[in-house]
């Protein structure tokens, strides 16, 4: 994933970008160009569609074997009856405004999320208001992938540098 992009947005729109869980390195079971493209998407999504000074939100959070990825945003989310709507690919909802897109973001993460025998939930944030995307992605972690989550918290810590 090409960080810079994403990087440029955030300093541009002034957005929270946080992160909590997980402070020790996790080995992820899984493929690592597929896992970071469905990452980076979720990112950037959250990114794109948060309104100025809004708050993006990322979380891992661990349970035995199984790790969560949580992305959660104060954009104007999806309404629960349009996110079939959403993972299909290049349609666009008409909430998005004036912001460019292909739509085919989500419907990608569904499908890598698919090709790790898992489906993503998406719904309205609670706490935010905005879109959430909860995905135990890595069932049964082991340690032979090399895709390692201290990355990215070296990222994160990067985005609190003023670009």
């Known amino acids: ?14 957005t929270d970008l946080g992160y909590e869980g997980e402070q020790e390195a996790m080995w992820i079971d899984g493929d690592e160009v597929l896992l970071g493209e469905l990452c ?5 999504n959250a990114l794109k569609y948060t309104p100025e000074q809004g708050i993006v939100t990322v979380r891992l959070e661990r349970d035995g074997d199984v790790i969560t990825l949580v992305v959660e945003d104060s954009g104007p989310g999806i309404d629960d009856e349009h996110i ?18 292909a739509g085919i973001g989500l419907a990608l993460v569904n499908d890598i999320a698919r090709l790790h025998r898992t489906h993503p939930h998406f719904s309205r944030s609670e706490t935010l208001g905005g879109f959430i995307c909860k995905d135990t992605l890595f069932k049964h972690c082991s340690a032979v992938m090399t895709t390692n989550v201290s990355t990215v918290k070296r990222v994160y810590k990067k985005t609190h540098l003023e670009v």
């Open 84 to 101: 079939h709507l959403a993972l299909q690919p290049f349609h666009r909802l008409d909430n998005v405004g004036n912001v460019a897109g």
């Open 40 to 44: 980076g998407n979720l990112l950037d």
């Open 1 to 14: 994933m090409d960080a810079l992009p994403v990087w440029r947005r955030r300093a541009s729109k002034h």
